[in-house]
């Protein structure tokens, strides 16, 4: 067995004394043995080994280590045994003792009981808290720093290099995130003690690798001012000013500034104060890139009532001194109770706990399909400043991202009515400060650590003084035992008391007594009211009773849209009535406490109270009228949508068509691309379930739940949204077929093909396309794909040519590039049948692209120009789109300085426009154009840059930049590195089938492995 000394020997002195075993995460997965090094075994032995190490002593059973070990494709027939498996090996390698047992068996699951001091991630994500605590105790900036350098120099490697499961990669992204604040804590240092004459260089360095970092752009420009630099330390705010206002383009103008602290260093050096480490920008709340702390909470109810011993029990477990970093209080108790209210107002009255803000999501635990928590993530991260076409696809990424987010923040994160714990755990930060509150009907006993409190109904002096906040203080106590009588029959539950209460406060002139005799009118109903929900629907019904026609119909047609909540525009759309009018309609509801608005313009129902009005619209509407109002929702979607394709393409509407399908209303028009994108992606719930409502009921137009799918994939940027694209592109595919739609099909085909390659499914797609266009030369639409003479639809032949090009792009990928060449052309002469002028330069950029690759380089000039100039018109997508192609071209014809203007031509607009899977591409080529032209440094620089970006959208972007990454790395002589990057894009690349890109990778690391043999 191959031994080494432990590299940690030296560093702590008592080691002498230090438990026998230490380990290794910082890097490979290492471990020791009185000194002596251990092999640990094949990688996922030591993926296992990683998992129970994180877990910190604590138990973890066996199918959440097999979760941290594989993923879902990945994962063997039997993981536990597997796991098993693994942990007998690890017995056998780490030396198993009956009397100190040192991995033992507990329950289902398995513990690793070394100390926590043992690991050296322990004193590495300690360091930043204990250089604090050593300040706060009288010690010197010198020796925090001394900590922080300690630290720091337990980063090896990559951490757990090597392995590539769900645990690993979240690992890695964490402790990366721990990183850039260390070096962060120790460059404010650095600057404080002012003995770095080369601070500026290496803060500079940093900020290449982390661009959106505050802190350190303050070191930078601090460091320089003090040595006397005083003009460029003003140029590095203006860098960051402009660099904020293209990465926070989306927020309001007034976010995108430098925060307030780097603002005020801006203001100090330009009124040439002395240059002390004072005032370098600490960390803004929730992101250094100047976000603001966010507050997401709903506004507290006024009229909160009583409730003092769970508020005091509440705010006593949010603030336990002695809690540990994430509490978990979960309310529940039974439906309309006032959990989501004493949990705001709880909340509320702990916000100076929670200097960094509020985080609040609303679980829909009680409807048929609950709220998934990965679509929370996409609505969170926006908050904590991750543009939205950044958002992973992969939910591992993005629980990582949103933890390495949340790490030493202190945030509230208020989950409302959640179903299960499987639904609250990805929400829950993996360290820090931060509280989770969890409300839910349902006591969740999986959450580990939680501390739960049940809610009963309201004591009857605290319901009677609610109903008087409400009805009316005088009124209940000139009429005591009518009031005393109403809360009974309420069964005491706040929710019923207040939609009574709400009735009387609007017929002041009915004595409460009148409203007993009516309750009692319901006995039988009322009788009911003890069970809980029947409670609740027994109250919805009196007030319900007692609508205007145009009130009830509204509300029982809002509740039978499957989304959390519907926009005005939308809303009006349903109802058949104009903006105005519905507004009114809809706010008359909510005074009555029957709908709610947490936001202007947006409606929802309370969970029960949407059953009770889809019961109601079963029995007092009819079938006809809703399938009406669904069928003027769907219009209105799609022409919207529509608009939303244009202004976010900039090209001509009946060019964005790809079948013919009219629509009758106007569509709401936007002023600019972001505006487009904003309210598409506000609408998905509602355009996703008229989609589904189409496949439901044939007296819809499925071609336009068809077309409304490809607006969607057409749309949203970024993977995050694609596997809701492909699924349900998908069922109205199979819809279509078995009604004999074959227009609707093969729109529905195309789209899912389209979104399958974007995800790099490339078999799979090229079977949906190829099925798309087989259903439009069926249809007897046209002939050969590229005898365009027998077309009788232009709309027809843009279908079939954006499905020959998305099968010319595929090819291309899998290294086929005759076939691509053939498709490419045919997508060419169909668009020029077409008159699509914007989708022939797209295609002729990527017929370009292959004509190169067949060395048919004049001819791949000609078309890629001629590509540019006919996308080219306004800036867009399609532009950029045109001018990356003609980059990429230019590459392969050895015109690298034009290649390179280009691309950074093409780059610009890709990021003022969100689209983050071409802004990686265009990163990967300008990295290559760098190798190519000797610029080695600098095009490792750029690959770093784009790699966080290429791996939230697309593996083969991800192996592209860690090819041209490696291509650096050679000629600055860091060849170990060089070689794990090879060896990971080369992993990449084969696990999706392109096979020319994974040859060239191959005969790289060839090289590279042949070189260090010679060394």
């Given at each position: ?249 989306h927020l309001p103008p007034s976010e995108h500034r430098p925060c307030a602290a780097l603002r005020e260093l801006h203001q100090r050096i330009l009124r040439a104060e002395p240059a ?347 079938p006809a009228g809703t399938s009406g109002a669904f069928a003027r929702l769907l219009d209105f979607c799609l022409a919207t949508a529509r608009t939303a394709d244009a202004a976010s ?74 596997t809701g694209v492909i699924d349900q592109a998908g069922h109205v595919a199979a819809v279509a077929a078995a009604r004999g739609d074959r227009t609707s099909e093969a729109l529905a ?267």
């Open positions: 067995m191959e031994t080494h000394g432990d590299p940690h020997a030296e560093r702590r002195p008592s080691e002498a004394v230090a438990p026998a075993f230490r380990f290794s995460l910082l890097g490979p997965v290492r471990a020791w043995r009185d000194g002596a090094e251990i092999c640990l075994g094949r990688p996922q032995q030591r993926e296992v080994l990683a998992v129970l190490l994180g877990a910190a002593r604590r138990t973890v059973s066996l199918p959440l280590i097999a979760e941290g070990v594989w993923d879902e494709a990945d994962r063997p027939s039997r993981p536990n045994q597997s796991v098993r498996t693994h942990v007998y090996r690890l017995r056998g390698v780490l030396g198993h003792s009956a009397e100190t047992p040192l991995l033992v068996t507990v329950g289902d699951g398995y513990a690793l009981r070394v100390p926590a001091d043992a690991v050296d991630t322990w004193e590495f994500e300690q360091a930043e808290a204990e250089a604090g605590r050593l300040r706060a105790a009288g010690g010197t900036a010198e020796q925090a720093r001394d900590v922080l350098a300690g630290a720091l120099e337990l980063w090896s490697a990559e951490p757990l290099a090597g392995l590539h499961g769900p645990h690993a990669r979240a690992e890695r992204d964490r402790l990366g995130a721990v990183r850039q604040s260390l070096l962060e804590a120790r460059l404010e240092l650095d600057a404080e003690i002012g003995d770095r004459p080369d601070l500026h260089a290496e803060a500079g360095d940093l900020v290449i690798e982390y661009p959106a970092s505050q802190r350190l752009r303050g070191v930078q420009m601090l460091a320089l001012y003090q040595a006397g630099r005083q003009a460029e330390a003003l140029s590095v705010y203006e860098d960051t000013r402009r660099f904020l206002e293209a990465r926070l383009a002390t480490g004072a005032g370098v920008p600490a960390r803004a709340a929730l992101t250094a890139e100047g976000v603001p702390g966010t507050h997401r909470l709903p506004p507290g109810i006024d009229d909160f009532t009583g409730r003092s011993e769970a508020v005091g029990a509440l705010t006593g477990m949010l603030t336990h001194p002695g809690a540990q970093a994430i509490v978990i209080s979960a309310v529940n108790g039974v439906p309309g109770v006032g959990k989501t209210a004493l949990a705001v107002h709880a909340a509320r009255q702990v916000a100076e706990r929670f200097p960094d803000g509020y985080l609040y999501a609303d679980l829909r635990g009680a409807d048929r399909e609950p709220l998934a928590a990965q679509a929370v993530l996409v609505s969170f991260l926006p908050v904590l400043g991750v543009v939205d076409g950044e958002i992973p696809a992969d939910a591992d990424e993005r629980i990582a991202l949103y933890r390495s987010l949340m790490a030493e923040r202190r945030v509230l994160v208020l989950l409302d009515n959640a179903a299960s714990d499987d639904q609250v755990q990805p929400l829950v930060p993996g360290s820090g400060r931060s509280t989770v509150l969890v409300t839910s009907r349902a006591r969740l006993t999986g959450l580990t650590g939680a501390q739960h409190l049940r809610l009963d109904v309201m004591p009857p002096g605290e319901a009677v003084e609610l109903l008087g906040r409400i009805a009316g203080e005088r009124r209940c106590a000139a009429e005591p035992e009518a009031a005393a009588d109403i809360v009974a029959a309420c069964s005491r539950l706040p929710l019923a008391i207040r939609v009574v209460a709400s009735r009387l406060a609007a017929e002041p002139g009915t004595p409460l007594s009148a409203m007993v005799r009516r309750l009692g009118d319901e006995h039988r109903r009322l009788g009911e009211l003890s069970t809980g929900e029947l409670a609740v629907e027994a109250t919805f019904e009196l007030s319900y009773s007692k609508l205007s026609r145009e009130q009830a119909r509204a509300f029982r047609l809002l509740s039978a849209v499957e989304a959390p909540d519907l926009g005005l525009h939308c809303a009006a759309a349903l109802l058949g009535r104009d903006p105005k009018s519905t507004e009114d309609l809809l706010e008359s509801l909510v005074d009555l406490n029957l709908v709610e608005s947490r936001r202007m313009g947006r409606y929802h129902f309370h969970d029960l109270m949407r059953v009770f009005a889809r019961a109601r619209n079963a029995r007092d509407g009819s393409h900039s090209v001509d509407p009946a060019e964005r068509r790809l079948i013919d399908v009219p629509v009758t209303a106007a569509g709401l028009r936007f002023g600019s691309a972001q505006a487009a994108t904003d309210w598409m992606h506000e609408e998905i719930p509602v355009q996703r379930a008229l989609i589904d409502r189409a496949c439901a009921d044939e007296s819809l137009p499925l071609a336009q739940a068809a077309d409304l799918v490809d607006k969607l994939n057409n749309v949203l940027p970024g993977t995050a949204h694609q085909r195309y789209v899912c093909g389209n979104a399958l390659w974007h995800t790099n499914a490339f078999a799979e797609a090229e079977s949906e396309l190829r099925r798309s266009i087989a259903l439009c030369d069926d249809a007897g639409d046209a002939g050969d794909a590229g005898d365009t003479e027998g077309t009788g639809s232009t709309r027809d032949a843009r279908l079939r040519g954006w499905a020959h090009l998305t099968l010319c792009a595929g090819a291309r990928v899998r290294g086929r590039t005759d076939e691509a060449v053939e498709h490419g052309e045919a997508a060419v002469r169909l668009f020029r049948f077409s008159g699509a002028g914007t989708a022939e330069g797209t295609a002729l950029g990527e017929l370009a692209f292959n004509y190169a690759r067949q060395a048919r380089l004049a001819e791949a000039r000609t078309a890629a120009e001629r590509g540019a100039r006919l996308v080219g018109r306004e800036p867009s997508v399609s532009k950029a789109i045109g001018l990356y192609y003609l980059a990429r071209v230019l590459r392969l014809c050895d015109d690298l300085g034009g290649a390179l203007h280009r691309a950074q031509e093409a780059l610009e607009l890709f990021r003022s426009l969100n689209v983050p899977a071409f802004e990686a591409a265009t990163g990967a080529l300008i990295a290559d154009l760098h190798v190519q032209a000797g610029r080695h440094r600098l095009a490792a620089d750029v690959a770093e840059t784009f790699l966080p970006v290429a791996r939230r959208t697309s593996g083969i972007l991800e192996a592209s930049l860690l090819r041209a990454l490696a291509r650096g790395l050679v000629h600055l002589g860091q060849r170990a590195r060089a070689r794990t990057c090879l060896e990971a894009a080369l992993g990449l690349f084969e696990q999706r089938q392109a096979q020319a890109d994974a040859d060239q990778t191959r005969a790289l690391l060839m090289d590279l492995m042949d070189l260090t043999d010679l060394r």
